[in-house]
């Protein structure tokens, strides 16, 4: 390849850049804020989830609980059918 060639393929090069660069920036930055959005959605999931187990763990305190008093409560109303007898 003689200069000339070498000169007409440096300025296809350069022109493709200028033509594809601002585009290929463009989508370089729309893709930064949406790594930036998956980043926060995804730490805002870990909390719920974290959330999300506390709350369970409660529930299942409470059911506990309840599931006794229940017993209980059965416990009392057989003694008093038992009194009345």
Sequence with gaps: MNANEWIS????????????GP????LHA?????????AELCDKVGKLAAA??????MCLDHRSRLDTQEVQLAD??????????
């Design 76 to 85: 009392a109303v057989q003694r008093l059918r038992e009194l009345e007898d």
């Design 52 to 57: 999300h187990e506390e709350r369970l763990r």
């Design 23 to 26: 585009g290929i920036m463009s």
């Design 9 to 20: 393929l440096l300025g296809v090069a350069v022109s493709a850049a200028l033509v594809i």
């Design 30 to 38: 729309k893709l930064a804020v949406v790594a930036a959005q998956v």
